[in-house]
């Protein structure tokens, strides 16, 4: 006997009772189905970013807008309200997780938090200009993430529930997925976006199916004359089953259609043997503060050189940028054409570990390339190398001769010739402080001839202050802006510098690649015998290169960058074979000062040991003139839940741990510190600023004893930001430079107001964890990867 289902509709006034959001026994499995299309929308945000870190701001974002979407229905709320609770409550979130510092009672926006947020948004938008995907997760594009995130869920949530439009909110969310995987790099495995996205889409409709029935009317059947209303919805099992077998065949069944990951019918890109690919300078900060995300590249050499990829001869003036026209590729076969002169001839083998790309790293100039697993072309005007096809891929290996040049720097004054116009160019809107800057540099030096001059404006730049905490601003008075600070990382040292010789008339351009790296074998290095330096994103770098004539192109070095990893040429070493580390641990060695401030520090390690923030004391009478009553309950109150939040969420500094962790430990101590005293760090300030601001502080002027404790750990902070081992007996130093300063700092307080600062103290220090639990990265994250000035 066979079954019929109908459906009894109802009167014409019950249907029109939907248009209001349902508030019943299905709002939860449509609650349910929603989150899951959303978040699953969300995953290919992954792509890109850099890492997954960037996924929870942006994943709890989402929730965050569906639960007060679903709040605002409990209580009634109209569309206009439920919009204007949504745009509070973003506000309250982008407060908390960017801009917590501007908020007061660290809860409530103010007007700092419109003027900071506004800032934000713009540099975001800036920002996606310039960095190419994926990009490390910077807060300015993770604004514009989590509100674009917000915004789409907030519109899916009301089509869903207000609008009765499931397929359309499907469709939305289709868009939110479909526009991180165009902007990402291609990649492999498509069906983990894809399956996810898929089945919470289906899902979705077959939740809302049953609504839709229960909309029209209710089930009836002539076994069931009451009806099956309120009952399990009988068009799930079918349509999951059919859901299931619809994905399964999708997933395995895509790679045999026709042109499945098949390249295009006819290629437009790189006609004419033109390679396209971004201007690599635009990511130099993001993988400086990366920091040591581990070897990128292998590189086995004799002596210490750099990597190049490719030189920017073009200064854009509008956008503040150097690039160049195009990379144009020919046969890398046989010998490459070499400027004149004499050289020093080395072999250099370079192993990719986990880098990709167009730009193939060489030191330059090349001579020949010996061995190459990667189809490769050369740009003779650039002297850049570009791997065809599928570019350069991890596992590759380069094995080339290298050659430096010998000639003195008379012969190379002497070749010089008047110059390309095109080497010399500047645009109208370069700012005038860029060309009077570089005279009043000269003149001071008295330097007459090209090599005089580069030397004298590298020598001047190398004076000045490091710091990653500056935006990469491509756009308006940045050039201007690093003058006045003399403030900046290699993007601004190497591009001033170039523009500043070719206001001089002296050809110049920016190189891009990688400093020399690590040694695997420091001792082997020192002697000057082939061994491997292991390369890291945190070797990332910008230089400048002169021509000189028929001679060619000179490195210069205009960036003090503190892990001293650089090479600074000088007028009796143009081609120098170590680092500034490398001179600097030489001559450490040579010459080891018994009585140096580091002895002194140590030799009274005991008695000024840093104190672990511990729980505060209770107050005395008198003092500030405080009631002892009042100090007492506000001492233990804060004490109570300070120390039981820190017996959670504390940092393991003790002295066992590993050297960097102990020296970045000391640092923190003594920003927690400052933040007890009133002054934590500001946004702009290097390590060695901030840490000189803290013993300028003192109102009685600073001892000395705690100047030489700032500067001693400010250096051995830098040390642990990049270097992969530290000098012996660091952690040491750093630990009784903490101590000094705490004892100093803290000297003369009385006891209610060093209760206050400890407990201040305590809850930065509580802050901070709490932060790192949630994973949230913020500015303070950021400097704590910002190598010393």
């Given at each position: 006997?066979?079954?019929?289902?109908?459906t009894?509709?109802?009167?014409?006034?019950?249907?029109?009772?939907?248009?209001?959001?349902?508030?019943g026994?299905?709002?939860g499995?449509?609650?349910?189905?929603?989150?899951?299309?959303?978040?699953?929308?969300?995953?290919?945000?992954?792509?890109?970013?850099?890492?997954?870190?960037?996924?929870?701001?942006?994943?709890?974002?989402?929730?965050?807008?569906?639960?007060?979407?679903a709040?605002?229905?409990?209580?009634?709320?109209?569309?206009?309200?439920?919009?204007?609770a949504?745009?509070?409550?973003?506000?309250?979130?982008?407060?908390?997780v960017?801009?917590?510092?501007?908020?007061?009672?660290?809860?409530?926006?103010?007007?700092?938090?419109?003027?900071a947020?506004?800032?934000?948004w713009?540099?975001?938008?800036?920002?996606?200009?310039?960095?190419?995907?994926?990009?490390f997760?910077?807060?300015?594009?993770?604004?514009?993430?989590?509100?674009?995130?917000?915004?789409?869920?907030?519109?899916?949530?009301?089509?869903?529930?207000?609008?009765?439009?499931?397929?359309?909110?499907?469709?939305?969310?289709?868009?939110?997925?479909?526009?991180?995987?165009?902007?990402?790099?291609?990649?492999?495995?498509?069906?983990?976006?894809?399956?996810?996205?898929?089945?919470?889409?289906?899902?979705?409709?077959?939740?809302?199916?049953?609504?839709?029935?229960?909309?029209?009317?209710?089930w009836?059947?002539?076994?069931?004359?009451?009806?099956?209303r309120?009952?399990?919805?009988?068009?799930?099992?079918?349509?999951?089953?059919?859901?299931?077998?619809?994905?399964?065949?999708?997933?395995l069944?895509?790679?045999?259609?026709?042109?499945?990951?098949?390249?295009?019918?006819?290629?437009?890109?790189?006609?004419?043997?033109?390679?396209l690919?971004?201007?690599?300078?635009?990511?130099?900060?993001?993988?400086?503060?990366?920091?040591?995300?581990?070897?990128?590249?292998?590189?086995?050499?004799?002596?210490?050189?750099?990597?190049?990829?490719?030189?920017?001869?073009?200064?854009?003036?509008?956008?503040?940028?150097?690039?160049?026209?195009?990379?144009?590729?020919?046969?890398?076969?046989?010998?490459?054409?070499?400027?004149?002169?004499?050289?020093?001839?080395?072999?250099?083998?370079?192993?990719?570990?986990?880098?990709?790309?167009?730009?193939?790293?060489f030191?330059?100039?090349?001579?020949?390339?010996?061995?190459?697993?990667a189809?490769?072309?050369?740009?003779?005007r650039?002297?850049?190398?570009?791997?065809?096809?599928?570019?350069?891929?991890?596992?590759?290996?380069?094995?080339?001769?290298?050659?430096?040049?010998?000639?003195?720097?008379?012969?190379?004054?002497?070749?010089?010739?008047?110059?390309?116009?095109?080497?010399?160019?500047?645009?109208?809107?370069?700012?005038?402080q860029?060309?009077?800057?570089?005279?009043?540099?000269?003149?001071?030096?008295?330097?007459?001839t090209?090599?005089?001059q580069?030397?004298?404006?590298?020598?001047?730049?190398?004076?000045?202050?490091?710091?990653?905490?500056?935006?990469?601003?491509?756009?308006?008075s940045?050039?201007?802006?690093?003058?006045?600070?003399r403030?900046?990382y290699?993007?601004?040292y190497?591009?001033?510098?170039?523009?500043?010789?070719?206001?001089?008339g002296?050809?110049?351009?920016?190189?891009?690649?990688?400093?020399p790296?690590?040694?695997?074998?420091?001792?082997?290095?020192?002697?000057?015998?082939?061994?491997?330096?292991?390369?890291?994103?945190?070797?990332?770098?910008?230089?400048v290169?002169?021509?000189?004539?028929?001679?060619?192109?000179?490195?210069?070095?205009?960036t003090?960058?503190?892990?001293?990893?650089?090479?600074?040429?000088?007028?009796?070493n143009l081609?120098p074979?170590?680092?500034?580390?490398?001179?600097?641990?030489?001559?450490?060695?040579?010459?080891?000062?018994?009585d140096s401030?580091?002895?002194?520090l140590?030799s009274?390690?005991?008695?000024v040991?840093?104190?672990?923030l511990?729980?505060?004391?209770?107050p005395?009478?008198?003092?500030?003139?405080?009631?002892?009553w009042?100090?007492?309950?506000?001492?233990?109150?804060?004490?109570?839940?300070?120390?039981?939040g820190?017996l959670?969420?504390?940092?393991?500094?003790?002295?066992?741990?590993?050297?960097?962790?102990?020296?970045?430990?000391?640092?923190?101590?003594?920003?927690w510190?400052?933040?007890?005293l009133?002054?934590?760090?500001?946004?702009?300030?290097?390590?060695?600023?901030y840490?000189?601001?803290?013993?300028?502080?003192?109102?009685?002027?600073?001892?000395?004893?705690?100047?030489t404790?700032a500067?001693?750990?400010?250096?051995?902070?830098?040390?642990?930001?990049?270097?992969?081992?530290?000098?012996?007996?660091?952690?040491?130093?750093?630990?009784?430079?903490?101590?000094?300063?705490?004892?100093?700092?803290?000297?003369?307080?009385?006891?209610?107001?060093l209760?206050a600062?400890?407990?201040r103290?305590?809850?930065?220090?509580?802050?901070?964890?709490?932060?790192?639990?949630?994973?949230?990265?913020?500015?303070?994250?950021?400097?704590?990867?910002?190598?010393?000035g």
């Amino acid at each position: 006997m066979s079954t019929s289902l109908t459906t009894d509709r109802p009167a014409p006034a019950a249907a029109l009772a939907v248009a209001a959001p349902r508030v019943g026994p299905r709002e939860g499995t449509l609650l349910v189905a929603v989150c899951a299309l959303v978040l699953s929308a969300c995953l290919p945000l992954a792509r890109v970013f850099v890492g997954f870190d960037a996924l929870l701001p942006i994943l709890g974002a989402a929730v965050a807008a569906l639960l007060v979407d679903a709040g605002c229905r409990r209580l009634g709320f109209g569309p206009l309200s439920t919009l204007a609770a949504q745009v509070l409550a973003w506000a309250l979130f982008v407060g908390l997780v960017f801009l917590p510092d501007t908020l007061l009672l660290g809860l409530v926006p103010t007007f700092e938090s419109l003027s900071a947020g506004r800032d934000l948004w713009l540099y975001g938008l800036e920002l996606i200009q310039v960095r190419p995907a994926p990009a490390f997760p910077e807060p300015g594009l993770l604004l514009l993430a989590v509100t674009g995130v917000w915004a789409v869920t907030h519109a899916v949530d009301g089509l869903v529930f207000w609008l009765a439009a499931p397929i359309a909110a499907a469709v939305l969310a289709l868009v939110m997925w479909t526009v991180p995987l165009a902007l990402a790099p291609p990649g492999t495995s498509a069906w983990v976006w894809a399956v996810p996205f898929l089945a919470a889409a289906a899902g979705l409709l077959l939740a809302h199916a049953g609504s839709d029935v229960e909309r029209w009317g209710r089930w009836v059947s002539p076994s069931d004359p009451a009806g099956l209303r309120g009952k399990r919805n009988p068009l799930a099992p079918a349509g999951s089953a059919l859901t299931a077998v619809a994905i399964v065949a999708g997933t395995l069944l895509s790679g045999s259609l026709p042109g499945y990951d098949q390249g295009p019918w006819y290629e437009l890109r790189g006609l004419g043997g033109t390679t396209l690919t971004t201007n690599p300078i635009v990511g130099i900060q993001q993988r400086l503060v990366a920091g040591d995300t581990g070897p990128v590249l292998r590189v086995t050499t004799p002596r210490p050189v750099y990597t190049r990829i490719t030189a920017l001869d073009v200064y854009d003036g509008d956008r503040e940028e150097w690039t160049s026209d195009s990379i144009r590729g020919g046969d890398a076969g046989g010998r490459l054409p070499l400027p004149a002169g004499t050289f020093e001839q080395i072999q250099v083998a370079v192993d990719v570990l986990d880098l990709d790309g167009v730009f193939v790293p060489f030191p330059y100039p090349t001579a020949r390339v010996t061995d190459s697993t990667a189809d490769l072309r050369y740009d003779d005007r650039l002297g850049a190398f570009t791997a065809r096809g599928e570019g350069m891929q991890p596992g590759d290996r380069f094995v080339a001769e290298a050659v430096l040049s010998t000639e003195p720097p008379a012969a190379l004054e002497a070749a010089s010739r008047p110059p390309d116009p095109a080497l010399v160019a500047v645009p109208a809107s370069l700012p005038p402080q860029v060309a009077q800057t570089a005279r009043d540099i000269v003149q001071r030096a008295g330097a007459t001839t090209p090599m005089e001059q580069a030397l004298a404006i590298q020598d001047e730049l190398q004076s000045w202050n490091y710091s990653l905490e500056v935006p990469a601003s491509h756009s308006g008075s940045a050039m201007a802006r690093f003058l006045e600070t003399r403030t900046g990382y290699c993007e601004q040292y190497a591009g001033t510098m170039a523009a500043m010789l070719r206001t001089l008339g002296i050809p110049a351009r920016v190189a891009v690649g990688f400093t020399p790296g690590t040694p695997v074998d420091p001792a082997a290095a020192a002697r000057g015998e082939t061994t491997a330096y292991e390369v890291s994103l945190a070797n990332a770098h910008a230089w400048v290169e002169v021509q000189f004539g028929s001679y060619g192109w000179l490195a210069f070095e205009p960036t003090p960058r503190s892990d001293g990893n650089v090479l600074v040429p000088s007028a009796a070493n143009l081609t120098p074979a170590a680092t500034v580390e490398q001179e600097r641990t030489r001559d450490q060695v040579a010459a080891p000062a018994p009585d140096s401030p580091e002895d002194d520090l140590l030799s009274g390690q005991d008695r000024v040991a840093a104190p672990p923030l511990p729980a505060p004391a209770p107050p005395v009478a008198g003092g500030d003139g405080a009631s002892p009553w009042a100090a007492a309950g506000i001492a233990a109150s804060v004490a109570t839940v300070l120390a039981g939040g820190l017996l959670v969420l504390r940092r393991r500094t003790q002295p066992d741990g590993a050297p960097l962790e102990r020296v970045l430990a000391a640092r923190d101590r003594v920003g927690w510190l400052g933040a007890g005293l009133g002054l934590p760090a500001a946004g702009s300030e290097t390590d060695g600023e901030y840490l000189a601001r803290l013993v300028r502080s003192r109102q009685d002027g600073p001892p000395g004893r705690a100047v030489t404790a700032a500067e001693l750990l400010a250096r051995r902070v830098g040390q642990a930001r990049w270097a992969r081992t530290l000098p012996e007996g660091a952690a040491q130093v750093a630990e009784a430079a903490a101590g000094v300063l705490d004892a100093e700092l803290t000297a003369g307080l009385s006891r209610s107001r060093l209760v206050a600062v400890r407990a201040r103290a305590a809850s930065a220090r509580l802050r901070s964890a709490v932060r790192t639990r949630l994973g949230v990265r913020r500015r303070e994250g950021d400097r704590a990867r910002v190598p010393v000035g």
